[in-house]
Each structure stands twice: as C-alpha cells, then as structure tokens.
C-alpha cells in the first residue's frame, strides 16, 4: 500500500524509499541542509501505541534532526503532517520503516507549491479571474469607501496597517486604531478598536487576534474579514448595531508582524514556513555539526501560565522555544500589557486567539488532560454552538475540547493565560482550515481566503452574542 501511495513523484524519491540504506546518525547529519535544497511534506498516521511514541520522540527533538513538524500526531489513527529537507529525507524513511507506521509524501516540492499559491505570475489566468470576482463581490471599492482592501488575496504587514488607518479614517465614530506595543525589529503592532463611540472606555470588551504564528497567513485574513464585517455592516445589520453600540471589540490582525514579513521575504521553505517571532540570535553546541545559531521564541509558549511544563522546549532551535523565561518577547508582553491594562483589565469577557490548521475550537486548558474550569460546562456550550455556526456555512467541521484533549499538552499559550490570569470567561483558541482531506496546511489556496472568513465570523458571532448577552442580564464576572 506504501507503494502505491506514491506514485507519480520524481526517481530520486523512489530511490530513497526502496534502498533505505543503514546509515549512523553521524553520517546522516554531517552536514545542516541548505537553505535552497527541496523540502517535502510526508504525512503519517500512527496505527499503535509505538509508532505514536516513535512519532511524539521525533517531533520532541525534531529540531536535532530538521524536521518541520506542521501538525503533529495527536493520537491513534490521527495523521502528521512532517516537513523535511530533501537530504534528511531518507532518514525519515528509515526511522518511519522501523515501525511500519503508514506514510505518504503529499507535498513532493514544497516550494514549488509556494511558488504556484503565492506569486501571481504562476496562477492561471482562469483562478486569478476567480479571485478578482470574490475580491469585487466581499469588498466595497476604493471609489466608494477609501477603505479598500482585496480579500481575495494575500498582502504584506504595510498593506494591512494602512487597511486598519483607512477604516479609522473612515469610521471615525465607531472605529479606533491602537499600538499594543512594538516589535524586536521596530514595527508598530497595530490594532483597531470598535465601538460606538469610539472613544467610550468603559464598556465590556471582547478581544480577538491572529497571526501569532508567522506562518499562519489566513488567521491575519480572518481577523481583518472580521473588522470589514463590523464596520461596513454596522447600519446594515442589526445583531452587529448591537455589537458595536454594547461592546467594545479589539481586534490585533497580527500579533507577530516581525515573523510575518520574515515569511514574506522569501519563497524557500525555511523563509516562508517560518513559525516563531524574530527574537535574538542563540548560539549552541550541536551533537552532530558544532556550533549553530539559531532565533526566534513561539510566542505561544512564552505566556505566564505553567510556563515551560510541558508541550515547550529550552532549546533555541526548536519550533516550540518557549524563551528564556515568561514574557520575554514585546510582543507577548503587548498582549499581556493590553488585557491588564485599565482599558481593559476587568471588563474582557472574550478572548478569541486565531491560529491555523485542524479546524479545532479550543477552550481552557491546555497544560494537561482533564484539566478544566469551573466553568468548562458553559465554554463548551458555547463552543459547540460556534462550530454549528461555522459548519452551517460551507458544511466546514470543527472538533471542539481542550488543545491537551483534542491535541497534546502544552503550556505558556495566550489562551490560558487569559482565563486563568487575566480572568477572561469565554476565552477560545481556533485552529482554522485547512482539514486532514487537505494537503495544502498553511500554503492554503488564496481562493479559500474569504470562505474561511465567513465561516469563522459565523462561529465567533456566537461569542459576542453571548457576551452581550451575559452583559444584559448583568453577570459581568469573569468567573
């Protein structure tokens, strides 16, 4: 079945995948891959309880062996998705073999499939005239609002900012930007505020960013399509009137805008698959190749709730390095400073964090399995009407529980700082589409742009309906 699977890619894969020669660990890794070397994509299912602790070992140390864990396995029968430079890949194959665990590559070229996702010049004339229609038929034109900005595509971190500066230009009276805090590089991390009047102060807040992973370009989409939502439809909708004049909604597009315009910067995997903020450059002894220098903190693991247990790393070259300690990067600091802010602190009864793929919705916490809330009957409550929001929509499906239930533990994340030290009731983590039918991960089409938009407002509507309404009947505690 192995075989079969895949078929149709290049001899020199088949090769790797027929000869699996024995090779020491010394010589595998004599020297790191290069920066332009031909990266694929494998995806794994674990079938037994070994093959799902071979799987959880290489993901721990995937940073030794320069592997790209994009999704790891979550449990039996559960798939990972697993990047690797071509020269490790024989090393994959043989660590796979050794336990039969099933696996298929699904992305022979990975950036090749950079290349035709992301440049222009490489989609057909027939998808970019697809893209320009959705763009025409979601978004007013600039002629009629100055507030244009095409959702039908992806854009750089400038584009984005000037998008938020013209909806404040626009909509004055119900519509703010904010500078949480900046970025190691020097870049704003601007957000925008909405509310009627803009200025109130003292309303109860719902809080909703994205893009705190570099990579995840369709959460920064989402959380703009929610603003393009809120402004343009505040006297065309009567649940969103209602949103605007009860609540104050804050919304951060990209909680990493260094990691963002680093994935930007470049078509090679390593460039644009980029997951951690641009923090300073550690240097380290390797087992294999001496000295390597490596930067970058996730800034999902760098919060200060059980930070540094479980699910994180102490390693400067792993893709989960949780910091030198809590808080130690601007931009989990911004976000902390924000929430306990005298704006806000108090009054935040959501917080919605965006993130990509699995189509999860997540509520607290995270850190261990069979850990909840008090309050865990009423965040799954309302999580299950999100996700029968979202898949009313498209037919989209999302799982909903604890990211240590639904995934693997981990600690330090935003979400559970939020519930259990900012006091924040409803506070969910979205893992957005792509699903397991889906090879793409974060390479999603543009042409999915928007419909993932409008699914996930449907499903975070119902957070803010709850919200306003919990505030109506006057219980405002974040218990």
Same mark, same amino acid.
């Not at 025409?136 to 984005?160: C, M, P, V, W």
């Not at 300690?325 to 976000?335: D, G, L, Q, W």
């Given at each position: 079945m192995r075989w079969s699977s895949i078929s149709g890619i290049s001899f020199l894969l088949f090769s790797l995948f027929t000869v699996c020669l024995a090779q020491t660990r010394e010589e595998q890794f004599a020297n790191p891959p290069k920066d332009y070397e031909r990266h694929l994509v494998f995806r794994v299912i674990p079938n037994n309880t070994e093959q799902l602790s071979l799987l959880n070992k290489l993901y721990l140390e995937s940073h030794e062996f320069h592997l790209d864990f994009w999704k790891p396995a979550t449990g039996l029968h559960q798939y990972a998705d697993v990047m690797v430079p071509e020269s490790r890949a024989k090393f994959l194959v043989n660590t796979l073999n050794s336990t039969g665990v099933f696996w298929r590559v699904t992305i022979p070229d990975v950036q090749r499939l950079i290349i035709e996702r992301e440049s222009p010049k490489q989609t057909s004339w027939f998808s970019r005239l697809g893209n320009n229609f959705?763009?025409?038929?979601?978004?007013?034109?600039?002629?009629?609002?100055?507030?244009?900005?095409?959702?039908?595509?992806?854009?750089?971190?400038?584009?984005?900012?000037?998008?938020l500066d013209d909806v404040a230009r626009i909509y004055p009276d119900i519509a703010k930007t904010f500078i949480a805090g900046t970025t190691n590089e020097g870049r704003e991390m601007k957000g925008i505020k909405i509310g009627n %009047?803009?200025?109130?102060?003292?309303?109860?807040?719902?809080?909703?960013?994205?893009?705190?992973?570099?990579?995840?370009w369709a959460s920064v989409h989402t959380a703009l399509y929610f603003i393009k939502q809120l402004v343009e439809n505040y006297n065309r909708d009567p649940q969103i009137k209602r949103f605007v004049e009860e609540l104050n909604i804050y919304i951060l597009p990209c909680v990493n805008p260094d990691g963002y315009e680093y994935t930007r910067s470049d078509i090679t995997p390593k460039a644009r698959l980029w997951r951690k903020n641009r923090g300073r450059i550690n240097c380290k002894n390797s087992r294999w190749w001496g000295k390597i220098c490596c930067g970058g903190t996730d800034l999902n693991r760098n919060f200060d709730y059980h930070w540094?247990?479980?699910?994180?790393?102490?390693?400067?070259?792993?893709?989960?390095?949780?910091?030198?300690?809590?808080?130690?990067?601007?931009?989990?600091?911004?976000?902390?400073?924000?929430?306990m802010s005298n704006e806000l602190y108090g009054k935040t009864d959501a917080f919605v964090t965006m993130h990509t793929y699995a189509q999860m919705w997540m509520h607290p916490y995270g850190t261990r399995t069979g850990d909840y809330p008090n309050d865990v009957a009423e965040l799954r409550d309302v999580a299950r009407r999100g996700v029968n929001a979202l898949g009313s929509v498209y037919g989209t499906r999302f799982s909903y529980g604890t990211g240590a239930d639904l995934m693997y533990p981990s600690?330090?994340?935003?979400?559970?700082?939020?519930?259990?030290?900012?006091?924040?009731?409803?506070?969910?983590?979205?893992?957005?589409?792509?699903?397991?039918?889906?090879?793409?991960?974060?390479?999603?089409?543009?042409?999915?742009?928007? %419909?993932?938009?409008?699914?996930?407002?449907?499903?975070?509507?119902?957070?803010?309906?709850?919200?306003?309404?919990?505030?109506?009947?006057?219980?405002?505690d974040g218990d």
């Open positions: 959705m763009t025409r038929l979601f978004s007013r034109q600039k002629k009629e609002t100055g507030a244009y900005y095409g959702f039908g595509d992806y854009h750089n971190y400038d584009e984005i900012m000037r998008y %009047p803009a200025e109130d102060t003292t309303k109860r807040v719902v809080w909703i960013d994205g893009g705190m992973h570099a990579r995840e540094s247990e479980t699910g994180s790393s102490a390693s400067t070259c792993s893709e989960v390095y949780q910091g030198d300690y809590a808080f130690s990067e601007p931009e989990s600091r911004a976000v902390r400073d924000m929430l600690s330090g994340g935003s979400d559970d700082w939020a519930k259990g030290k900012a006091g924040v009731k409803y506070t969910y983590l979205l893992e957005l589409r792509p699903s397991e039918s889906s090879w793409d991960g974060f390479l999603l089409d543009p042409r999915l742009l928007i %419909p993932v938009g409008v699914e996930t407002w449907e499903g975070v509507k119902v957070v803010i309906q709850e919200v306003l309404d919990r505030n109506r009947n006057g219980a405002v």
